[in-house]
C-alpha cells in the first residue's frame, strides 16, 4: 500500500542555521508534491508544488527538490526563525487525479533563538 | 475575508447524538474536501465534491454523510456519533488540481 514518511516526528534547531526536512513515499509515481505548513489549531496552508519533471523550486527561504528515482523530496528553510516554528506536511495526489491528498505524518520543527 | 470557513470551531456532545458541521468557501472553487485528522496528527480524506457531485469517498461509516447544497457550501453531518469520531474535522476547497485551501478545523469531542 501506498505510504507517505516523513523522517523525523520532530526537528529542533538554532536560529540562523538551515532546517532539511525528508519526506519519502512508496509504491507510487506522483506528478507533483506538495509542502503545506500546519499551525497549532489552524488548518495547513500550502507552502510549494514541485512537479515530477521540476528538480527544484524556490520561494524566498524556502527550497524544495523532488527525486523521482529515490521517491524523496526534500524541503529547506535558509537562515530560520523562531517564526518558522510549525508542522511541515508533505503531500501527494495518489487518486489518481482525483486532487484527494495523502499526507504524510508532519515534521515538527522548533528553531530556538 | 476569510477563504474557508468551518462551523462550529469547537463541538461537544454525547455518544448517539446526530450533529452536522457546516463549510463554506468565497474562493470560487469548484472543489470541496473534508478531512479527519486524528490524535496522531494523520491528515486522512474522508470525501470530495466537485461542482456538487461526489467524487472520492475513502473507507468512511455511512454514518457520516457529506450534503452540497452548491459549490460553495460542502456541510458533513454525523449520525450516533461514537467516542472514535473524536477528531479535529477540517474542511477544504481547490480549483482543478490546483493547490488547496483549507479551513482552521472543527474539533469534535464525544463524551
Known amino acids: 500500500s501506498q505510504k507517505i514518511e516523513q523522517n523525523s516526528e520532530a526537528l529542533n534547531i538554532q536560529e540562523g542555521k538551515t532546517a532539511t526536512l525528508t519526506c519519502n513515499y512508496t509504491?507510487?509515481?506522483?506528478?507533483?508534491l506538495q509542502w503545506y505548513r500546519q499551525d497549532p489549531g489552524r488548518g495547513p496552508v500550502f507552502l510549494l508544488l514541485i512537479r515530477e519533471n521540476e528538480k527544484e523550486k524556490r520561494k524566498e527561504r524556502l527550497k524544495v527538490t523532488f527525486d523521482t528515482t529515490l521517491k524523496q523530496s526534500l524541503f529547506h528553510i535558509t537562515a530560520s526563525q523562531p517564526a518558522d516554528s510549525a508542522t511541515y506536511l508533505c503531500a501527494l495526489d495518489i487518486s489518481t487525479g482525483r486532487r484527494a491528498l495523502t499526507f504524510g505524518s508532519g515534521t515538527r520543527l522548533q528553531v530556538q533563538p | 475575508d476569510t477563504a474557508v470557513s468551518q462551523t462550529p470551531k469547537y463541538l461537544v456532545t454525547q455518544m448517539g447524538n446526530d450533529k452536522s458541521i457546516k463549510c463554506e468557501q468565497n474562493l470560487g472553487h469548484d472543489t470541496m474536501y473534508w478531512y479527519k485528522q486524528d490524535s496522531k496528527k494523520f491528515l486522512k480524506i474522508m470525501f470530495s465534491y466537485n461542482n456538487k457531485e461526489l467524487i472520492i469517498n475513502e473507507t468512511v461509516p455511512n454514518r457520516f454523510s457529506p450534503k452540497s447544497p452548491d459549490k460553495a457550501h460542502l456541510n458533513l453531518h454525523i449520525n450516533s456519533l461514537e467516542l472514535g469520531d473524536s477528531a479535529v474535522y477540517f474542511c477544504?476547497?481547490?480549483?482543478?488540481?490546483?493547490?488547496?485551501?483549507f479551513g482552521d478545523g472543527t474539533r469534535l469531542s464525544i463524551l
Open positions: 477544504a476547497s481547490s480549483q482543478g488540481t490546483q493547490p488547496q485551501h
Open positions: 509504491n507510487y509515481s506522483p506528478a507533483y
